[in-house]
């Protein structure tokens, strides 16, 4: 009996479904006859409106996508252009400052350091070393010598005593000096 109401049951719902389908249809069909020919070619031209309206946002949005493309490709190459600019910029000054080392220390000309010695007479820094200074005549080594040796040892006197300067001789003028 179960198995009878399930027939039942959907027998029934099949049949309203379909009424429902046929009403529907029939309801469509007459709904366009009963549009106008004015009707018709408003919805046509809102249509055709609609469609021109997504082309044209579709050509804008290509055109702004192609302006930022531009946009990106001149970034780049205002960038390639101010680093060649600076490398450029290096490149001059460092030709520059070579130019300015060589005009203030030409290389036929070497540097010298001043000298610390000229000669007091002459002025002339040709001088040439000669010795350790020592003093002629030692009272001092002369009384030792003579206590210990006598008579003879004061010859001792004259062995010099060093001292902390240097005698020099001017190759220019021939004079001596200390320093």
């Given at each position: 009996?179960?198995?009878?109401?399930?027939?039942?049951?959907?027998?029934i719902?099949?049949?309203?479904?379909?009424?429902?389908?046929?009403?529907?249809?029939?309801?469509?069909?007459?709904?366009?006859?009963?549009?106008?020919?004015?009707?018709?070619?408003?919805?046509?031209?809102?249509?055709?409106?609609?469609?021109?309206?997504?082309?044209?946002?579709?050509?804008?949005k290509?055109?702004?996508?192609?302006?930022?493309?531009?946009?990106k490709?001149?970034?780049?190459?205002?960038?390639?252009?101010?680093?060649?600019?600076?490398?450029?910029?290096?490149?001059?000054?460092?030709?520059?400052?070579?130019?300015?080392?060589?005009?203030?220390?030409?290389?036929?000309?070497?540097v010298?350091?001043?000298?610390?010695?000229?000669?007091?007479?002459?002025?002339?820094?040709?001088?040439?070393?000669?010795?350790?200074h020592?003093?002629?005549?030692?009272?001092?080594?002369?009384?030792?010598?003579?206590?210990?040796?006598?008579?003879?040892?004061?010859?001792?006197?004259f062995?010099?005593?060093?001292?902390?300067?240097?005698?020099?001789?001017?190759?220019?003028?021939g004079?001596?000096?200390?320093?």
């Amino acid at each position: 009996m179960a198995n009878v109401k399930e027939g039942i049951g959907q027998s029934i719902f099949g049949a309203i479904l379909g009424f429902a389908i046929t009403y529907g249809v029939i309801y469509w069909i007459n709904k366009r006859k009963s549009i106008t020919p004015e009707q018709k070619a408003k919805i046509q031209q809102e249509k055709t409106q609609k469609l021109k309206q997504k082309q044209q946002l579709k050509q804008e949005k290509a055109q702004v996508k192609l302006e930022l493309q531009k946009a990106k490709l001149k970034e780049k190459e205002l960038e390639v252009q101010r680093k060649t600019l600076k490398r450029e910029e290096r490149k001059k000054a460092k030709a520059e400052s070579v130019k300015v080392k060589e005009y203030a220390t030409p290389p036929s000309q070497p540097v010298q350091s001043q000298p610390s010695l000229v000669c007091p007479h002459c002025g002339s820094t040709n001088i040439q070393p000669l010795g350790q200074h020592k003093k002629g005549f030692s009272v001092g080594k002369a009384v030792g010598g003579t206590i210990l040796t006598g008579g003879v040892g004061a010859l001792a006197g004259f062995a010099g005593k060093k001292t902390k300067q240097t005698d020099f001789v001017c190759m220019n003028c021939g004079k001596q000096f200390k320093r």
